[in-house]
């Protein structure tokens, strides 16, 4: 019998819409290992979306490394995680579709600043034991594609479409596909909820504002959603993977969480080595999320093989030649030989037991599966006290260095790097550690993923906090014209901001909290690369904010009043700029990007163009309707317009043409 949500015999049309789809999702793949060939991608649907050397890469990406696999003589063995690779967009798909090439950088790593196409793939893994079958089993992949990291819509959708594929085939891609065609558009920032055949998936989706550049949102969309920092409401998502189990993942390394979260801050090279892929990936996706509300802009592999086309170029690093920035997720101790020059290696998890079946588990409200899935959830450890015997096992770790896990899987960090920051410990005095009882575990983590996520939240806020000064806005001062440019926000130089910050400081939060050496900290940050993505996305969002607001002054103004009070430069001036901003908004309709009120705009604004042009002189309104675009705009019956201490005119508009 089927475990989904809905009958598998529903009737529902196999056709789809490609472009549609491609809102939530790119693909679903189904992908077999086979013993002779390797990996073979049997079923992708849609058809034809995928370039031949995507789908050997996403094939490769969508199993556990041999090194990896313990030996599990459970009947079946199922787990789930992620992989994000760099789509081949120079070359043809199968549906004859050409993308504009991206060029990678000289160590093969992407930039995450350009709008370069990245895929995530979600996948379910079934590792079935069986002595009659050649190795004694087989393995199969179910993978959902999409553009947009919404790990809280794909793995509680991976627990439905992954046992159904294994029950009825092709059809359940077909199945899923068709409901998914049926949701609205994604609305980042936001609680969604998505239907699923008779189950409903409640999902929040994280802001726009902090989804990379290659997610295909653009400045203008990421300014509407800037969530403000609300220390007492964890329900609002603040940045990528706000649902992933951040004290889970670090349990065993808690007090090195402030370390980590400086080498993601100013953006230096990671390899976070686990034992499983769901390990990493959670690990991975942990650290992503510690850096929130900040853009992460710094390229990361949840789970990276040795067949992903950048592994060549990171492998071919000399020794001494800087490493570009990027987190890279391993299970494959070759790693630690391979890229021996990358400075930061952080082990995380533990071995699995030797039996492991994934449970179809229920949906909470915020989209997480309350089901443990292997990786997803809590080692089953107590919460490690702080002792000098565990002193001492730090300092042994750190004089044997990485390669020391070759031979045992043990959690630690290894970097050189001296943080500036200072683990705090009331934080971590807070956290609770709930015994092995897997409801209280549960439990547990709901309560710590949100004591340590407020907390480092609220870190980054007061970090970015004096920045703020370039994203002020301004208004039109009372009684002044908003028919004018507004003013640019404040430019920003890095030594100015330097100079003025080592004067003023970086608040009490921060100075709290850090070192002497904190404008060390900043002027890292500032030279990361980090920082200039997101500087120019929030000077992006606070410019259309200002326009906002002037545009909102704009509607409100009396026009009849305002250009009584204005000198006849100021009135041709006015003149121009309400016609300008016309222009823009037809263009805005033009383009799909007009807003809910962009008609009611455009009707605003040429009544405010057509009395401007009412009390300019004959000789100017003749200049002004010479251009036809222009006499367009002011088309319309005549107009009588008294203004105090100025002459009646009766103005009729005519063409450029019209004798004179």
């Excluded at 086979?34 to 849609?46: A, F, I, N, S, V």
Aim: glycine share 6%; hydrophobic share 40%.
């Amino acid at each position: 019998m089927s475990r989904s949500p809905f009958s598998a015999r529903t009737e529902m049309s196999p056709s789809v819409d490609s472009e549609s789809l491609q809102k939530w999702i790119v693909a679903f793949c189904a992908i077999r290992f086979d013993l002779e060939q390797g990996q073979l991608m049997e079923e992708c649907y849609p058809q034809g979306c995928l370039s031949h050397d995507e789908e050997l890469e996403i094939a490769y990406s969508s199993f556990p490394d041999s090194v990896s696999q313990h030996q599990n003589r459970s009947s079946i063995h199922d787990c789930i995680f992620f992989f994000r690779i760099r789509r081949h967009l120079s070359e043809q798909t199968g549906n004859g579709k050409e993308f504009s090439p991206k060029s990678l950088d000289e160590k093969g790593v992407a930039d995450c600043t350009n709008a370069s196409k990245f895929l995530y793939g979600y996948v379910f893994n079934r590792r079935r034991h069986d002595e009659r079958l050649k190795r004694g089993g087989e393995q199969k992949s179910v993978v959902i594609l999409s553009h947009s990291p919404y790990s809280s819509v794909f793995r509680p959708l991976l627990q439905i479409v992954g046992p159904l594929f294994f029950d009825i085939g092709k059809k359940a891609l077909e199945h899923i596909a068709a409901y998914v065609l049926k949701w609205p558009a994604p609305v980042p920032g936001k609680v969604m909820d998505l239907p699923i055949g008779n189950a409903t998936l409640k999902v929040n989706l994280p802001p726009s504002h902090s989804l990379p550049v290659e997610s295909g949102v653009s400045f203008e969309e990421a300014a509407s959603s800037v969530a403000p920092f609300v220390p007492g409401n964890q329900s609002v998502s603040h940045g990528l993977f706000h649902d992933s189990d951040l004290f889970g993942s670090f349990r065993g390394l808690l007090l090195q969480l402030w370390l980590l979260w400086e080498l993601l801050l100013i953006g230096e090279p990671m390899l976070i080595i686990a034992p499983t892929p769901p390990q990493c990936c959670e690990a991975v996706a942990s650290l992503v999320s510690l850096v929130a509300p900040l853009l992460c802009s710094v390229d990361f592999r949840p789970y990276f093989t040795i067949h992903d086309p950048a592994f060549a170029r990171l492998n071919s690093i000399q020794e001494g030649e800087a490493f570009p920035p990027v987190i890279l997720g391993v299970t494959n101790l070759f790693f630690l030989k391979a890229l021996y020059s990358i400075p930061h290696v952080i082990s995380v998890g533990s071995p699995p037991p030797n039996s492991n079946k994934l449970p179809l588990a229920t949906r909470s409200s915020t989209g997480r599966i309350s089901g443990r899935v292997e990786g997803l959830g809590f080692q089953q450890l107590s919460l490690k006290r702080f002792s000098p015997s565990s002193l001492l096992n730090v300092v042994k770790l750190q004089r044997d260095g990485p390669l020391c896990l070759m031979t045992e899987h043990k959690e630690a960090v290894w970097s050189t790097y001296s943080a500036t920051t200072k683990p705090d410990t009331s934080i971590l005095n807070r956290l609770i550690d709930a015994g092995v009882s897997p409801r209280a575990e549960e439990s547990m983590s709901v309560v710590n993923n949100e004591i340590l996520r407020r907390h480092f939240l609220e870190l980054t806020t007061n970090f970015l906090a004096p920045f703020s000064l370039y994203f002020r806005t301004t208004t039109p001062l009372k009684g002044s014209s908003p028919y004018v440019d507004p003013p640019p926000l404040p430019p920003f130089n890095a030594d100015e901001f330097l100079a003025s910050l080592s004067a003023r400081g970086p608040g009490k939060f921060i100075l709290k909290r850090m070192r002497s050496n904190w404008l060390e900290l900043y002027r890292r940050f500032l030279n990361g690369p980090n920082f200039m993505p997101w500087l120019q996305r929030r000077r992006a969002i606070a410019k259309q904010e200002q326009d906002r607001l002037w545009k909102q002054a704009r509607m409100k103004t009396d026009i009849q009043k305002l250009i009584s009070r204005l000198s006849e430069l100021e009135i041709v001036d006015s003149f121009n700029v309400i016609e300008r901003l016309i222009q823009g908004e037809i263009q805005l309709q033009k383009s799909g990007k007009g807003g809910v009120d962009s008609m009611a705009t455009i009707q605003k604004l040429r009544a405010d163009l057509q009395a401007v042009y009412n009390v300019l002189s004959k000789d100017l309104q003749e200049l002004m309707i010479s251009n036809p675009e222009r006499a367009s705009l002011l088309q319309g019956s005549p107009e009588v317009t008294k203004l105090p201490g100025r002459p009646l005119i009766q103005v009729t508009v005519v063409s450029s043409t019209s004798p004179r």
